[in-house]
């Protein structure tokens, strides 16, 4: 039987690839897909579908059966060992019988960071990290765990000349990539926009393109200014507005019985990191914001997100809300073609 690291990775890349299918459905728990793998031969696979169901190895284990007796199990992170929604897996993959497990990556959240490695070793069986290359799938999870800080992504169509209103019609860009923009949407565990934006477009924040899934929408309003028929409180998802503490009490119990939650912050002008660290106390993960130049501006000046998406179509307006602070990040990246338009993806790390 072939037991170099290519052939283990190569199953553990199965992982990701599974993980990955739970994109945005997981909350703010990881993405994780595993496999049990007997004599050369896949037995079982699983991956968790979403909070407060079965995690991917228990998936996979009870797929596998008996035959998980002796077996390797692989997985891209590491086992649970804590009471969650679940019960820990630790002690299902001991139960089991599995003989060695393989993973890419330690769990980041302090209450298992190893733990789980070592309890496993602990029952005598062979646990190995082999780290594979482009595993990001949980990049947003590791913020997430160790911050309390969702992952940030701004989104942001401009026209040619940094632009990103004044033009004619509702979208600056093409189809494609709006049905691109659906997708981010529908990975992400709210989509967050200023409450201008919402006076002036009136957006759903849905993901109807794609329609995978709807993420829970967050409006930016200090002074109470959001219209009780505006499209994005319409149920569906969760709808929260972030407003002023010493705000108009009638309009929130008004807002409430809509069944849109409130979340009361100091003052009328608010630090993205303050909104930030309590958007990841409602248990989002991950944002996209959408908007409008306000909100992007505060954003990219406090350095508060992580990726950014710019979709810019072949069109230049005399007027509109200038956007010149993503242009220097133009310079280096390499586009991708999207319909018509051009997409600039950056990461800030890079
Ligand atoms: N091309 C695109 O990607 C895109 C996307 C979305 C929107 N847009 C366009 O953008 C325009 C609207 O943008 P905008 O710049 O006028 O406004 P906005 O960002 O949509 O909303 C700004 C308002 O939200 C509140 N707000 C936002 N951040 C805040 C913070 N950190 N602290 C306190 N309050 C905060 C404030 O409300 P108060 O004034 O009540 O204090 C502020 O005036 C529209 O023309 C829309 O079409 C373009």
């Keep these: 039987m072939p037991t170099s690291d290519a052939y283990h990775r190569m199953y553990l890349q199965q992982t990701l690839a599974l993980a990955t299918k739970s994109n945005g459905l997981t909350g703010i728990n990881p993405l994780v897909g595993a496999l049990v793998v007997k004599e050369g031969r896949v037995v079982g696979q699983g991956f968790h579908r979403k909070i407060g169901e079965a995690h991917a190895e228990i998936v996979a284990l009870a797929e596998a059966g008996q035959q998980a007796r002796d077996a390797d199990l692989y997985v891209n992170l590491e086992p ?10 630790v002690d299902a ?29 602990n029952h005598k069986i062979d646990v190995r990290r082999l780290p594979v290359p482009e595993t990001n799938v949980n990049l947003w999870y590791r913020k997430y765990i160790t911050t309390g800080i969702p992952y940030v992504t701004l989104k ?27 997708a ?20 759903y924040l849905t993901d ?4 995978r899934r709807n993420p829970a929408r ?49 003052g009328e002008d608010y630090a993205t990191n303050d909104l930030l660290r309590r958007i990841g106390k409602l248990k989002f993960g991950s944002i996209l914001i959408e908007g ?3 909100t992007f501006k505060r954003f990219l000046a406090e350095e508060t997100y992580d990726d950014l998406y710019a979709f810019v179509a072949p069109v230049s307006v005399d007027n509109g809300i200038e956007l010149t602070l993503v242009e220097k990040f133009f310079d280096g990246e390499k586009p991708e073609k999207i319909g018509e338009d051009t997409l600039y993806y950056v990461h800030r790390y890079n």
């Design 292 to 294: 409008g130049g306000q």
């Design 156 to 182: 942001i169509a401009l026209t040619e000349n940094m632009r990103i209103s004044g033009f004619k019609g509702r979208y600056v860009t093409s189809e494609p990539s709006r049905r691109y923009v659906h």
């Design 80 to 89: 649970c060992c804590t009471h969650g929604h679940t019960p820990p897996c």
């Design 208 to 211: 109807r393109l794609v329609g």
């Design 218 to 266: 967050i409006i930016i309003d200090p002074h109470l200014r959001i219209p009780s028929n505006a499209h994005v409180l319409i149920p569906g998802a969760r709808r929260i507005v972030m407003t002023s503490s010493d705000g108009d009490r009638k309009r929130i119990d008004e807002l409430n019985e809509l069944g849109v939650e409130s979340i009361l912050m100091e």
């Design 184 to 203: 981010l949407r529908s990975q992400a565990g709210a989509v967050l926009i200023g409450i201008n934006t919402v006076l002036t477009d009136d957006p």
């Design 93 to 121: 993959i001991v139960a089991a019988g599995i003989r060695r497990v393989f993973v890419v990556e330690n769990d980041p959240n302090p209450a298992v960071n190893g733990k789980s490695v070592r309890a496993l070793r």
